[in-house]
């Protein structure tokens, strides 16, 4: 088999996948340079990732349309690219868009994409996860891949109702065959395609996907490995940054406001109160494992369709000091989602790449650094977090077995 490896993003034509095909292929042309990318950095630039040219995209998606329109609608309306590198990298993206496939849609709530393609609702969740897995197999087979690396990027599902999950997969898999039997929404019906041909799986979105014990003991039977959960790239960075800094001096924290503002299809998601509240939880978890108590917090997300692909957040910080000295910290964090989250799918891509190489299986808790909410980790710290992928990085090079996960 050869030595590339495929990407294949679920919701392969979403504003953060279009920006991986522009950034993919930029690299691979050498037209932009490596900012932003973690995988560049001299800790991990030792490790043997796969080089861009090994790399080759495709994906599902439910919405009509093609890269090429909705790369020039971003970089007309956001300004994420310039028209020159988007003309160098048009043939490309033409060739992606050749391998995006028809998605499947499964209780992912009534927020779904604005024209969707409704003809691949499926008859059962054993039938969609079928199809999916056929897909990824003639992807595979038509490309010469050695392994394909699954990204759900899709929008935000309502929760799954968690209480009524089996814990084993034996138990789970006996609810795949009748929609009336299974809870799982679409993101854990593309998590088990992937896992099921022992593909390496990563869930940069809050929806499900493979973060269940049931799901998560199919990985280690087929020797797989998977990472999640909910991308790390604004507010909550700066929250798992700043947080541990209140606790190092012992400054307690009394209030943390979060207001959000965002546009784009996301946002548009996000206004439906199902889906606001999966990401919510994803967004307000962190807060009392790092300080060790519970503040009064409260975060907000509002759609404001001006701001496209850009979101804004304000937070205020109440907290008290020496004496009891009552002081307030405020920030304002203002980033262009896609452009922020677009090269760390690309890190983690590689990254899974090299750990299904390497034999790992299970939850790669090493990552826990890019996630909100990741996968098997009891620390939230995102100083302590990246201390542990330094950790793995140096157990590589000196020659540390593969690790096998939970």
Same mark, same amino acid.
């Given at each position: #088999?050869?030595?590339?490896?495929?990407?294949?993003?679920?919701?392969?034509?979403?504003?953060?996948?279009?920006?991986?095909?522009?950034?993919?292929?930029?690299?691979?042309?050498?037209?932009?340079?490596?900012?932003?990318?973690?995988?560049?950095?001299?800790?991990?630039?030792?490790?043997?990732?796969?080089?861009?040219?090994?790399?080759?995209?495709?994906?599902?998606?439910?919405?009509?349309?093609?890269?090429?329109?909705?790369?020039?609608?971003?970089?007309?309306?956001?300004?994420?690219?310039?028209?020159?590198?988007?003309?160098?990298?048009?043939?490309?993206?033409?060739?992606?868009?050749?391998?995006?496939?028809?998605?499947?849609?499964?209780?992912?709530?009534?927020?779904?994409?604005?024209?969707?393609?409704?003809?691949?609702?499926?008859?059962?969740?054993?039938?969609?996860?079928?199809?999916?897995?056929?897909?990824?197999?003639?992807?595979?087979?038509?490309?010469?891949?050695?392994?394909?690396?699954?990204?759900?990027?899709?929008?935000?599902?309502?929760?799954?109702?968690?209480?009524?999950?089996?814990?084993?997969?034996?138990?789970?898999?006996?609810?795949?065959?009748?929609?009336?039997?299974?809870?799982?929404?679409?993101?854990?019906?593309?998590?088990?395609?992937?896992?099921?041909?022992?593909?390496?799986?990563?869930?940069?979105?809050?929806?499900?996907?493979?973060?269940?014990?049931?799901?998560?003991?199919?990985?280690?039977?087929?020797?797989?490995?998977?990472?999640?959960?909910?991308?790390?790239?604004?507010?909550?960075?700066?929250?798992?940054?700043?947080?541990?800094?209140?606790?190092?001096?012992?400054?307690?924290?009394?209030?943390?406001?979060?207001?959000?503002?965002?546009?784009?299809?996301?946002?548009?998601?996000?206004?439906?109160?199902?889906?606001?509240?999966?990401?919510?939880?994803?967004?307000?978890?962190?807060?009392?494992? #790092?300080?060790?108590?519970?503040?009064?917090?409260?975060?907000?997300?509002?759609?404001?369709?001006?701001?496209?692909?850009?979101?804004?957040?304000?937070?205020?910080?109440?907290?008290?000091?020496?004496?009891?000295?009552? #002081?307030?910290?405020?920030?304002?964090?203002?980033?262009?989602?896609?452009?922020?989250?677009?090269?760390?799918?690309?890190?983690?891509?590689?990254?899974?790449?090299?750990?299904?190489?390497?034999?790992?299986?299970?939850?790669?808790?090493?990552?826990?650094?890019?996630?909100?909410?990741?996968?098997?980790?009891?620390?939230?710290?995102?100083?302590?977090?990246?201390?542990?992928?330094?950790?793995?990085?140096?157990?590589?090079?000196?020659?540390?077995?593969?690790?096998?996960?939970?």
């Amino acid at each position: #088999m050869a030595d590339k490896t495929g990407i294949w993003l679920v919701g392969a034509r979403g504003a953060v996948a279009t920006t991986v095909a522009v950034g993919m292929t930029a690299l691979q042309k050498r037209a932009v340079d490596r900012v932003g990318l973690v995988t560049e950095l001299p800790m991990l630039r030792e490790l043997p990732l796969a080089s861009w040219d090994q790399l080759v995209v495709g994906g599902h998606e439910l919405r009509r349309g093609n890269l090429v329109d909705g790369a020039a609608a971003l970089a007309r309306d956001n300004r994420l690219f310039t028209p020159e590198l988007l003309a160098a990298c048009r043939e490309e993206l033409v060739e992606i868009d050749s391998r995006i496939r028809p998605g499947i849609h499964f209780r992912g709530g009534d927020a779904a994409p604005a024209g969707q393609d409704a003809t691949r609702r499926v008859e059962s969740p054993r039938v969609g996860i079928e199809r999916i897995k056929n897909d990824l197999l003639d992807f595979r087979q038509a490309n010469n891949l050695g392994r394909v690396v699954v990204v759900l990027l899709a929008s935000t599902e309502p929760e799954t109702p968690r209480a009524a999950l089996p814990d084993r997969w034996g138990d789970l898999r006996l609810t795949l065959e009748t929609n009336a039997a299974c809870v799982l929404r679409s993101s854990s019906l593309y998590a088990i395609a992937a896992l099921e041909l022992g593909h390496p799986l990563i869930n940069f979105t809050p929806s499900l996907g493979s973060d269940c014990t049931a799901i998560g003991e199919l990985a280690l039977e087929r020797g797989a490995c998977h990472a999640g959960r909910d991308g790390k790239t604004g507010e909550t960075l700066l929250k798992t940054v700043l947080a541990p800094m209140f606790a190092a001096r012992n400054l307690e924290v009394m209030s943390w406001v979060g207001h959000n503002i965002l546009g784009n299809a996301d946002g548009r998601v996000l206004d439906h109160p199902e889906h606001k509240q999966a990401k919510l939880q994803s967004k307000d978890s962190a807060l009392s494992k #790092m300080l060790g108590y519970d503040p009064q917090s409260l975060v907000s997300i509002e759609y404001i369709k001006s701001l496209g692909d850009w979101k804004t957040a304000w937070d205020h910080v109440h907290f008290k000091g020496f004496l009891g000295t009552p #002081m307030t910290l405020q920030f304002t964090w203002q980033g262009c989602d896609s452009a922020l989250a677009a090269p760390l799918v690309i890190d983690l891509a590689r990254l899974a790449d090299h750990a299904a190489r390497r034999g790992e299986t299970g939850a790669l808790t090493y990552l826990a650094s890019f996630f909100k909410r990741p996968y098997g980790a009891n620390n939230e710290d995102f100083f302590s977090q990246l201390g542990t992928l330094a950790e793995y990085v140096r157990g590589v090079l000196e020659g540390d077995p593969p690790r096998t996960g939970s």
